[in-house]
C-alpha cells in the first residue's frame, strides 16, 4: 500500500467534506421542507449533479462493468436508455409532479387516489429501500473499494468475511451521518463536488486503460486492438445469451429505466425540490446528456479489464476495482477511491433521506402522530433513518456470492418497479380509474413479479420468455384490469389535477428541442455500434 495513495485518498475525500460544510452550514436542517426538499431552491447544476451521482454509485461502476466484463457493449443499454426516460421526466412526468406540490411520490398517490394507496406505495418503497437498495449500495461499494486500495494490506486483515463487514459498516454510518444530520442540500452539494472527480476519474481509468491494452502506445492504438480483438464485445444489439438482449429494450429494459428516472423516489426527490419548473427541466436533461458518456467509463472498462485480465481468473464484479488498482499511479488510484467513496456515499445517503421522507411525511406525520411539530417529525426521521441504517449494515455483507450484482439489482428492482409505474401512470393520464384498482394493481403486481421469480411453478414463467419480457407482460397486464376496473366501477367524480401553487410553473423553451436532440443521438449511438 503506497502511503501517496492513502494521502491523496484522505486529502480528497476530506476536501469534499470541507466544502459540503462551508457551502451547507447556514442551510435549514430544522424543518421538513429544508431537510427532505433543501427549501425548493435547487438550481439546474445541482439537479444534474445530485441526479448523476445518487445514480453513480458503486452498483453502477462496479456491477455494470462487471456485466460488461461478462457481456460486453450490449449492456449499455442502461445508460443509453436511460436518455429516454429522462426525457419523458423533464417533458411528461416533472410538470405534474411538480404542480401537486409533493415531497414524496406516494403524496401524488394520496392526492389521485386515496390514503390507502398512498400507505401501501409508502410499505413498498420502505420494504425495497430497507432489503434490496441500500444493502446493495453498502455491499458493492465495500467490494470496490476493497480492490482499489488493497485494504487487506492496508488493514493486515486476512479474512475476506471480516473486513467485508467492517468496510460495510464504515461506510454505511459516514454515509448515514450525510444523510442524518446534513439534509438534502447537502446530499446535492457533496454529490455534485463528487460528480465532478467521478466524471474526471471515470475518463483517466479509461485512459490508462487503454494505454495498458497498447503497452503504451498510445490511447487510439489500444482502442484499434480492442476492436481487432473482440468485436462481438463491441456490439451494441445483444443476443439472446446475454443479460440485455436487443429486444428487450423496447419492454422490460424500457420500462424499469422509466420507473427508475420518473418514479423511484430516491432518484427524482431532488427534482422535487427544483427551484422551478425550467430549473428542473434543464437539470434533468443535462442528466440526460451526461448519461449519453456514461458508457465511456462505465462500460468500456469492463471491456478493457476483459481484454486485460480474462485469462487470470478475474470476477465479472471484480474486475473494475481490478483495473483500478493495476493501471493508475498511486496518487491517482488515491483520489479516485476517494470518488469512490464520494459515490457510494451519494447514492446511500440520497436513499436514506428519500426513506426518512417516506417514513415521516406517509407514517408518522399521517399516521402516528397527525398534529406532530416540525420538530417532532424531524426527530422521528432521524431516530428511523438510524434504524434503517443498521439494518442495511447488516444485510450488505450477507450478499456476498451472487453471480451478477448489476442482474441481482435489476431482477429485484422490477418486483416493485413495474407495479408503482403502472399505478402512477394511469393515475396521471385518467381521471375515473378508482382508488380500488390502485391497490390491487400495487399489490398484486408485487405478488405477480415475485411468485414469477421465486415461487413453482410460476417461475417457469421468466424461463420460456426473458424475464424482462415477463415483467413488462405484467406490466401490461396491471395497466389493462386498471383500465377495466375504471370501466366497470369508476369513481363517482372526475379527477381534476390542480396546481398547488408551490413553485412557478413555466417551462423552459428549450425542453422539446433538447429532449428531440437528446432522443436522436441515442439512436445514433445505437446505430453506430449495431453489429
Known amino acids: 500500500m503506497h502511503a501517496l495513495t492513502l494521502a491523496s485518498f484522505l486529502f480528497f475525500t476530506g476536501l469534499v467534506a470541507f466544502l459540503t460544510w462551508r457551502i451547507t452550514r447556514r442551510d435549514d436542517h430544522a424543518s421538513t421542507s429544508g431537510l427532505f426538499l433543501a427549501g425548493r431552491s435547487l438550481t439546474f447544476p445541482l439537479i444534474a449533479g445530485s441526479l448523476l451521482m445518487t445514480n453513480l454509485s458503486t452498483e453502477q461502476m462496479v456491477g455494470l462493468n462487471g456485466a460488461a466484463f461478462a457481456d460486453g457493449l450490449s449492456v449499455m443499454a442502461w445508460e443509453v436508455v436511460a436518455v429516454i426516460a429522462l426525457v419523458l421526466l423533464a417533458l411528461f412526468f416533472l410538470p405534474r409532479f411538480l404542480r401537486s406540490g409533493i415531497a414524496t411520490v406516494p403524496q401524488l398517490l394520496e392526492i389521485r387516489f386515496d390514503k390507502g394507496t398512498q400507505r401501501i406505495a409508502n410499505v413498498i418503497f420502505l420494504l425495497a429501500y430497507g432489503v434490496i437498495l441500500l444493502p446493495i449500495i453498502l455491499y458493492s461499494g465495500a467490494m470496490g473499494l476493497q480492490g482499489m486500495l488493497d485494504l487487506h494490506g492496508l488493514t493486515g486483515i486476512q479474512s475476506d468475511t471480516v473486513l467485508l463487514w467492517l468496510t460495510v459498516w464504515l461506510v454505511g454510518l459516514i454515509g448515514a451521518v450525510y444523510a442524518l444530520f446534513g439534509g438534502l442540500r447537502t446530499v446535492a452539494v457533496s454529490d455534485t463536488l463528487n460528480g465532478i472527480g467521478l466524471l474526471v476519474g471515470g475518463f483517466v481509468i479509461v485512459y490508462f486503460g487503454l494505454q495498458a491494452v497498447s503497452d503504451g502506445n498510445g490511447v487510439l492504438a489500444g482502442w484499434e486492438i480492442l476492436k481487432d480483438s ?93 483495473l483500478v488498482f493495476n493501471v493508475l499511479p498511486p496518487y491517482l488510484t488515491g483520489f479516485f477511491a476517494a470518488v469512490m467513496v464520494g459515490a457510494i456515499l451519494s447514492s446511500f445517503n440520497s436513499a436514506l433521506n428519500s426513506t426518512t421522507t417516506l417514513f415521516s411525511l406517509g407514517f408518522y406525520k399521517g399516521v402516528l402522530n397527525k398534529d406532530a411539530s416540525e420538530a417532532q417529525v424531524v426527530r422521528a426521521s432521524k431516530i428511523f433513518g438510524w434504524i434503517m441504517a443498521l439494518i442495511a449494515m447488516t444485510i450488505a455483507p450477507l450478499l456476498a456470492g451472487q453471480e451478477s450484482l448489476f442482474g441481482y439489482l435489476q431482477k429485484m428492482n422490477a418486483i416493485y418497479f413495474i407495479p408503482l409505474l403502472a399505478v402512477v401512470l394511469v393515475g396521471l393520464l385518467t381521471k375515473r380509474v378508482p382508488a380500488m384498482a390502485a ?64 413553485i412557478d410553473l413555466t417551462p423552459w423553451k428549450g425542453a422539446v428541442p433538447a429532449g428531440i436532440v437528446l432522443v436522436i443521438l441515442v439512436i445514433a449511438i445505437y446505430a453506430a455500434f449495431a453489429g
Open 439 to 502: 391497490k390491487i394493481a400495487l399489490v398484486g403486481g408485487c405478488l405477480l413479479i415475485f411468485a414469477g421469480y421465486f415461487i413453482p411453478p410460476f417461475d417457469r414463467l421468466p424461463q420460456v420468455m426473458h424475464e424482462f419480457h415477463f415483467v413488462a407482460s405484467v406490466f401490461a397486464l396491471l395497466v389493462v384490469a386498471m383500465l377495466v376496473i375504471g370501466k366497470l366501477r369508476p369513481r363517482a367524480e372526475a379527477w381534476v389535477h390542480e396546481d398547488s401553487g408551490a
Open 230 to 322: 473482440q468485436p462481438e464485445r463491441l456490439n451494441s444489439m445483444g443476443r439472446e445469451d446475454q443479460q440485455v438482449p436487443f429486444a428487450t429494450l423496447f419492454t422490460g429494459v424500457l420500462l424499469i429505466n422509466v420507473f427508475y428516472w420518473t418514479t423511484n423516489q430516491q432518484i427524482i426527490q431532488r427534482t422535487f425540490a427544483a427551484k422551478n419548473l425550467a430549473e428542473g427541466q434543464k437539470g434533468v436533461l443535462l442528466t440526460g446528456l451526461f448519461k449519453l458518456l456514461g458508457p465511456l467509463y462505465l462500460v468500456l472498462p469492463g471491456i478493457i479489464a476483459y481484454q486485460l485480465y480474462a485469462d487470470q481468473g478475474v470476477e465479472a464484479d471484480e474486475a473494475y476495482g481490478h
